[in-house]
C-alpha cells in the first residue's frame, strides 16, 4: 500500500471538492486521473498536509495517520502543476537548496542535486539560470527537486503539462524509468487519459469529487461483455442477430460481423454458427477497451445519477 484513503471529504468554505473519498493505492505507478476540478490537486495536497481535510482518515506508507505534514513530505516527493522557480538560481541551487529544506546535511544535499539533475537529463545544463531554461527543462528541473530527497513516494500532478510531443514523450520515460526501474510508488495526476496508459499498472478516476472507478488498469479495461470482430466467407453469408442467450451479432456488412458475447458464452460458438451455415471464419478478433472508454463510460455513470 502506497496511499489510502477512508471516507475523506476537502471543503473549501461552503464548496465540497472531494465528497466521502475511499481509496487504496498500491506500490508502482497509480494514476490519478479525471477532469479538471475533478479533486484531483485537493487529494494531493491533503496528502501532504498542505490542506486539512473535513473529515475521514488517510494514510502514506507504514506512517501513522496522525503525521506531521514534516514527517509526510520527508518521505514524499513532490512535483505541483504550477510552473515554480526561485528566482536567481541556478537549477544546481535550486534543487540543492530544497534538499537542504527536505532536512539533507549541506554535503548530501549538493551530492544529490547533482544527482537527481544527471538522472532528469540536466547535467549540462544545472549551473543555467532556472529561468532561462525552457518549459520542458523546468519541468524536469521541478521533478529534480522532488526527487532530491530520495523518497519513497512522488505525487506528480500534471507533470507534461505545456510540453510538446517530444519532451512529453521525454518525461514520460522518466516517470517509468522510476515507478519500474528505480523501485519508486508514483502517484500520476493527470487529466491525460494516454499518459496514465503509458506508465501506470492502476488507476483511480474521479469526477465531481468521487471515486467513479479504481482498480488495476488491466482490470478496467476487461469488459463484462466481450467483443469480437468477425470475418467469414463468403461475403454473402447472412448470421442471426441473437442466435443464442447471450449472444448478440451484429452485421459490418462484405462478410464483417461485430459479435458481442456476454455472461457464459463462448466465443467458439461462433465457429461452429459459421460452419452451420457453409461459410468459413476467416479472422477472429477481440476487442480490449481503451482506458478512454472506461473513463467516459465512468464519467457518463456518475452523470446519470446526478
Request: net charge neutral.
Amino acid at each position: 500500500m502506497t496511499v489510502e484513503l477512508h471516507d475523506v471529504v476537502i471543503r473549501y468554505g461552503s464548496f465540497v471538492a472531494v465528497h466521502g473519498v475511499t481509496v487504496t493505492m498500491p506500490t508502482g505507478a497509480v494514476g490519478l486521473l479525471g477532469r479538471n476540478g475533478a479533486g484531483k490537486s485537493s487529494i494531493l495536497k491533503s496528502l501532504l498536509g498542505l490542506v486539512r481535510p473535513t473529515s475521514g482518515r488517510m494514510r502514506i506508507l507504514d506512517l501513522p495517520e496522525d503525521a506531521s505534514p514534516a514527517e509526510i513530505r520527508s518521505r514524499v516527493g513532490y512535483m505541483p502543476e504550477r510552473d515554480c522557480h526561485l528566482p536567481g538560481m541556478s537549477g544546481f541551487e535550486m534543487v540543492s537548496v530544497l534538499g537542504r529544506l527536505s532536512g539533507l546535511p549541506e554535503r548530501d544535499a549538493y551530492r544529490r542535486a547533482h544527482e537527481a539533475l544527471y538522472l532528469v537529463g540536466l547535467e549540462e545544463q544545472r549551473y543555467r539560470p532556472v529561468s532561462s531554461y525552457s518549459a520542458g527543462m523546468r519541468q524536469k528541473a521541478k521533478l529534480a527537486s522532488a526527487l532530491v530527497h530520495d523518497p519513497q513516494v512522488v505525487f506528480l500532478d500534471e507533470p507534461t503539462n505545456g510540453l510538446d510531443p517530444d519532451g512529453r514523450s521525454e518525461m514520460l520515460r522518466l516517470v517509468h524509468r522510476l515507478a519500474h526501474k528505480l523501485g519508486k510508488s508514483v502517484v500520476l495526476s493527470t487529466h491525460i487519459l494516454q499518459d496514465v496508459e503509458a506508465v501506470c499498472d492502476a488507476a483511480v478516476v474521479l469526477e465531481k469529487g468521487r471515486v467513479v472507478a479504481q482498480g488495476r488498469i488491466e482490470d478496467l479495461c476487461r469488459a463484462s461483455e466481450r467483443r469480437f470482430h468477425l470475418q467469414v466467407e463468403p461475403a454473402t453469408l447472412e448470421l442471426p442477430s441473437q442466435p443464442m442467450p447471450g449472444m448478440r451479432i451484429e452485421s459490418q456488412g462484405a462478410g464483417s460481423f461485430e459479435a458481442l458475447v456476454e455472461g457464459g458464452a463462448e466465443p467458439q460458438a461462433l465457429f461452429a454458427l459459421v460452419r452451420e451455415r457453409n461459410g468459413v471464419v476467416r479472422e477472429l478478433v477481440p476487442h480490449r477497451r481503451s482506458l478512454e472508454e472506461v473513463f467516459l463510460g465512468a464519467v457518463r455513470g456518475e452523470e446519470a445519477k446526478s
